[in-house]
Nanobody, 115 residues
Framework: QVHLVESGGGLVQPGGSLRLSCAAS????????MGWYRQAPGKQRELVAT???????DYLTSVKGRFTISRDNAQNTVYLQMNSLKPEDTAVYYC?????????WGQGTQVTVSS
């Protein structure tokens, strides 16, 4: 079993920055993929960024150049640095870990971009 705890969400003005963290505990095996998804009100959950255990990354087109995903394998933690935030980035952000065929989700953290 894997437990994920997210932190770092909040309210920020347009153009501002936030850093999300997701700490994983439990049976963390490699290789694995850690990532961030988001869901805005009335919309489907979408992939924001993923990173493999060897550091390969993938991003949603609309966040490329603004968001950076990284991970600390020793701490089993994944981060999402979000810069130049826009109102359309407002959503609940969820951490996801894929270990072999098992998927684990965090509880979500709210990010609100508003003036």
């Amino acid at each position: 079993q894997v437990h994920l705890v997210e932190s770092g969400g909040g309210l920020v003005q347009p153009g501002g920055s936030l850093r999300l963290s997701c700490a994983a505990s439990g049976s963390i095996f490699s290789p694995n993929v850690m990532g961030w998804y988001r869901q805005a009100p009335g919309k489907q959950r979408e992939l924001v960024a993923t990173i493999t255990s060897v550091g390969s990354t993938d991003y949603l087109t609309s966040v490329k150049g603004r968001f950076t995903i990284s991970r600390d394998n020793a701490q089993n933690t994944v981060y999402l640095q979000m810069n130049s935030l826009k109102p359309e980035d407002t959503a609940v952000y969820y951490c996801k870990v894929l270990i072999f065929a098992s998927i684990y989700w965090g509880q979500g953290t709210q990010v609100t971009v508003s003036s």
